[in-house]
């Protein structure tokens, strides 16, 4: 079985989940990311434009913001092998 993996910085089902300890938010947070990705972008004769094949090359979450604290002072990476300076 072929597997084609272009990229290690985003493995598809990584999920990386967060908590906010300031009020014990789990759910709901703003995310600031920088993505760099590798499409096929597909034109019909029409010039409709299809983006196909789309794959995250890199990924970087820049910023973590709790939507009911409206910072991210509290905001902690949950999950396994996460660095936890708890
Ligand atoms: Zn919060």
Known sequence: MNSEI????TAPGDVVR?????CGNL?????VTTRR???FHHFSVGG????EEEQVLD??????????????NGV???GS???DPA
Do not use: M
């Not at 967060?18 to 300031?22: H, S, V």
């Not at 759910?27 to 995310?31: H, Q």
């Not at 990924?59 to 991210?72: L, S």
């Open 76 to 78: 902690e990476v949950l």
């Open 48 to 51: 409709d434009l299809t983006v």
């Open 37 to 39: 990705t590798s499409a």
């Open 18 to 22: 967060y908590r906010c300890t300031a």
């Open 27 to 31: 759910t709901r947070f703003n995310v």
């Open 59 to 72: 990924e970087t979450v820049e910023e973590v913001t709790c939507r009911w604290c409206g910072n991210g």
């Open 81 to 83: 092998g996460a660095a």
């Open 6 to 9: 272009a990229a290690t910085a």
